[in-house]
T-cell receptor, first 112, second 111 residues
Framework: NAGVTQTPKFQVLKTGQSMTLQCAQD?????MSWYRQDPGMGLRLIHY???????DQGEVPNGYNVSRSTTEDFPLRLLSAAPSQTSVYFC???????????FGSGTRLTVV | EDQVTQSPEALRLQEGESSSLNCSYT??????LFWYRQDPGKGPEFLFT???AGEEKEKERLKATLTKKESFLHITAPKPEDSATYLC????????????FGKGTKLTVNP
């Protein structure tokens, strides 16, 4: 049972480049989220989804897009990378309704 | 605005020396309070969910408790393998799926 799988684990981008961070879960969870973790800031919610075809913005959505075409996959797109998007990104999934979230191992992104 | 404050920021213990971590919160209608453990370079690992004041949950050397304003993570006779950053998060009621995280407590247990 793989849980939540994130790819890539590490990525370096130049300012202005775009890329997609992949996230897949095999637990049949309806709820999925993307967080970023920065030193001294804690984890902050970027976007989330409560089911296939349904997404919504979190606390820090600017510069990111998401879509949810299947229950299993929830990719995060950086439209035009900026140095302020240098961070560690975590994808998480849950049954929702107060159940705990399972987190992936993260993607460490550096924008130069 | 929902807020979570964890204290202390860092804690050093000797093996076997019990202590507690604090998580103070303000939230509009608590749906759940979550404790996670995070090891360096890894994602948070789920430990407990607490739903209402007075609730307690235990797992090995860890025990989490909840009041209307704060939660404690008690660590009894810790071992070096308990060294990690412990994160607290709250989820508000009203259908929100947003978790609001504290900045964490970095625990180091020396042998």
């Amino acid at each position: 049972n793989a849980g939540v799988t994130q790819t890539p684990k590490f990525q370096v981008l130049k300012t202005g480049q775009s890329m997609t961070l992949q996230c897949a879960q095999d637990m049949n969870h309806e709820y999925m989220s993307w967080y970023r973790q920065d030193p001294g800031m804690g984890l902050r919610l970027i976007h989330y989804s409560v089911g296939a075809g349904i997404t919504d913005q979190g606390e820090v959505p600017n510069g990111y897009n998401v879509s949810r075409s299947t229950t299993e996959d929830f990719p995060l797109r950086l439209l035009s990378a900026a140095p302020s998007q240098t961070s560690v990104y975590f994808c998480a999934s849950s049954y929702g309704q107060g159940h705990g979230y399972t987190f992936g191992s993260g993607t460490r992104l550096t924008v130069v | 605005e929902d807020q979570v404050t964890q204290s202390p920021e860092a804690l050093r213990l000797q093996e076997g020396e019990s202590s507690s971590l604090n998580c103070s919160y303000t939230v509009s209608g608590l749906r759940g309070l979550f404790w996670y453990r995070q090891d360096p370079g890894k994602g948070p690992e789920f430990l407990f969910t607490l739903y209402s004041a007075g609730e307690e949950k235990e797992k090995e050397r860890l025990k989490a408790t909840l009041t209307k304003k704060e939660s404690f993570l008690h660590i009894t006779a810790p071992k070096p393998e308990d060294s990690a950053t412990y994160l607290c998060a709250v989820q508000a009621g009203g259908g929100s799926e947003k978790l609001v995280f504290g900045k964490g407590t970095k625990l180091t247990v020396n042998p």
